[in-house]
């Protein structure tokens, strides 16, 4: 089992940044992937950004070169740095950790951005 806690969230303004962290306990050494997804408006959740153990990362396209997605596996933490935030970015982001063909999510965390 592993433990997802996220923490950053906040209200901005448009042109804003933001970190978000989260944080990994548990079985730690079976996640492969972690990313961060996000919820809009009672959506479906959809990939923000996601990172390998190894480094890889991949976003999407709405986000690429205001995001960026990192990880330190020794602190078991990834983080999502977000700048130049638009009030489309509003939204609940989620911490997400793969592996061994499980799947676990953090609680999510609010982002909310103003005009």
């Known amino acids: 089992q592993v433990q997802l806690v996220e923490s950053g969230g906040s209200s901005v303004q448009a042109g804003g940044s933001l970190e978000l962290t989260c944080a990994a306990s548990?079985?730690?050494?079976?996640?492969?992937?972690m990313g961060w997804y996000r919820q809009i408006q009672g959506n479906r959740r959809q990939l923000v950004a996601g990172i390998s153990k190894s480094g890889t990362t991949n976003y999407a396209d709405s986000v690429k070169g205001r995001f960026t997605v990192s990880r330190d596996n020794a602190k078991n933490r990834v983080y999502l740095q977000m700048n130049n935030l638009k009030p489309e970015d509003t939204g609940v982001y989620y911490c997400?950790?793969?592996?061994?063909?499980?799947?676990?999510w953090g609680q999510g965390t609010q982002v909310t951005v103003s005009s």
């Open positions: 548990g079985s730690i050494l079976n996640v492969n992937v």
């Open positions: 997400n950790a793969r592996g061994l063909g499980y799947e676990w």
